[in-house]
């Protein structure tokens, strides 16, 4: 499939009525209201345009008609008006596609109204410069082989019904409390069993005291958001999303790092090796001189080789290593797991050597 996409940036002034000009305002091919991607031999046009006295912003995509390419074409579009910080809105979307469309004549899609003056009472739709952003996303995909293909399978949604599953709790038949705290968490005693050997020992095992509905299964030394995503991944595949993960970028958020690590222990408690790898994806985001020994004291113990090389690849770095060193992180080091800041100064006294030789 191949795709692009757009930001057009809609000054807000002038939808109230209070501008003068022109009752109707259609954009040029000079402006920024305009875009004109060739994506696969198809030349699309986007373009908006402004109703000042309605208040309206509306927009038209259009494809002309070419005898030069394929008269069938595969494609999905979509128009999105963002928030301030970025994010669809989903009730301001609007999407169509189409499968093995016979493209015969110009085609035309069009949105009237997609901004409306109401739109200027929301706050969150502007941004800092005062502006509407709407997204527009053009995918061409693959035509289907010759013969035709009368049926598409969707991509799996195994993940989103099993999610409903945990949350809806229909048949559970285990709980789990949270020992302190007294928080209890319901599941399903076959679902855990198949993801992770632990609960399958523990479950299904020769030490469970009891099969019968209803048993109560303490968690010792959890925090409840912990256990919550660790049930989480273990139905759908992937950890909760949070207010943190939008700032992942940032590479900060302490509390993020904090909930990463404790997500990591909890995966490796459990035996589930693809969440220890998310866990260590996310953690490698937010190595920092400050905080670079306690991940490597965590990769030491819960058996993380990506975050441990990681690390010393941060370290590596003539500044970084400066910082390190004002910290106590060989103290840390020295204390926790003295063999890997054994292979740590090994690997570190490789690299001088190397650069001197350079």
């Known amino acids: 499939m191949a795709s692009e996409h757009h930001l057009f940036e809609i000054a807000a002034t002038g939808l109230d009525g209070s501008s003068p000009g022109p009752h109707f305002k259609i954009c040029s091919d000079l402006d920024d209201s305009s875009w004109s991607p ?52 989903p009730s301001r979307t609007r999407a169509i596609s189409f499968q093995n469309c016979l493209i015969q004549q110009m085609w035309q899609w069009e949105c009237p109204g997609f901004i409306t003056r109401d739109d200027l009472q929301r706050q969150e739709y502007l941004n800092k410069d005062g502006r509407f952003t709407v997204r527009c996303d053009i995918a061409v995909k693959p035509l289907a082989p010759k013969g035709g293909v009368f049926v598409t399978v969707p991509p799996s949604d195994l993940h989103r019904h099993l999610g409903d599953l945990l949350a809806r709790k229909d048949g559970a038949d285990v709980t789990f409390q949270l020992v302190p705290g007294g928080e209890t968490f319901s599941a399903h005693r076959c679902v855990l069993a198949a993801r992770s050997p632990v609960f399958r020992a523990q479950l299904f095992g020769e030490m469970m005291e009891s099969k019968s509905t209803g048993v109560v299964i303490p968690i010792e030394d959890m925090e409840a958001q912990v256990f919550s995503s660790l049930l989480a991944f273990i139905y759908s595949d992937s950890l909760p999303e949070t207010a943190d993960d939008n700032a992942e970028q940032d590479g900060d958020d302490d509390e993020a790092v904090v909930l990463y690590q404790h997500q990591l222990a909890a995966a490796d408690r459990y035996g589930l090796e693809r969440m220890k790898l998310v866990c260590q994806e996310k953690l490698c985001k937010h190595i920092r001189a400050d905080s670079v020994a306690v991940m490597l004291v965590l990769a030491d113990r ?17 500044l970084n290593l400066e910082s390190f060193t004002e910290t ?11 063999a890997v800041l054994k292979e740590l100064l090994a690997k570190l006294a490789t690299v001088l050597i190397l650069s001197f030789d350079e």
């Open 38 to 89: 060739c994506i696969q031999g198809y030349n699309w046009r986007c373009v908006y345009c402004t109703d000042p006295a309605a208040g309206t912003v509306s927009f038209t995509l259009c494809l002309p008609y070419s005898s030069t390419r394929e008269p069938t074409m595969n494609a999905s579009l979509k128009l999105s008006l963002l928030d301030r910080g970025g994010r669809q809105v």
């Open 302 to 318: 819960h058996h993380c080789p990506g975050l441990k090389e990681a690390c010393f690849h941060f370290l590596t770095s003539s």
């Open 328 to 338: 106590d992180g060989f103290e840390v080091l020295n204390a926790s797991c003295p």
